[in-house]
């Protein structure tokens, strides 16, 4: 499984910005995509995730209703369009993967893209 993230840059507070993850070496029904964060000093933190076959939705409480997560099945391409972003977004923005989520926390996320640095400026 590989993961390429993409689509991070500067953006001023109040903007918008929209991730992309190109996701390939398998068929990934039945998985679940996610986007991790990890802000400088701080530990890794989970923001979204969607099933790859209902397209289920799940948000951390800090992006819910600025952000979501989407998936085109047939590009095998994951997405985070980011809105009304503060500096408290600023991070490192990493592609995950998972077959189930059977523990709940970050064990479930065997596979991870390379990340990619968004930068919030005031």
């Known amino acids: 499984v590989q993961l390429q993230a993409s689509g991070g840059g500067l953006v001023q507070a109040g903007g918008s910005l929209r991730l992309s993850c190109a996701a390939s070496g398998r068929t990934f029904t039945n998985w679940i995509m996610g986007w991790f964060r990890q802000a400088p000093g701080k530990e890794r933190e989970f923001v979204a995730r969607?099933?790859?076959?209902?397209?289920?939705?799940h948000y951390a409480d800090s992006v819910k209703g600025r952000c979501t997560i989407s998936r085109d099945s047939a590009k095998n391409m994951v997405y985070l369009q980011m809105n009304s972003l503060n500096f408290e977004d600023t991070a490192v923005y990493y592609c995950?993967?998972?077959?189930?989520?059977?523990?709940?926390?970050?064990?479930?996320?065997?596979?991870w893209g390379q990340g990619t640095k968004v930068t919030v400026s005031s």
């Open positions: 995950a993967a998972a077959r189930t989520l059977r523990y709940g926390d970050s064990r479930d996320w065997g596979y």
């Open positions: 969607i099933t790859w076959n209902l397209g289920t939705t």
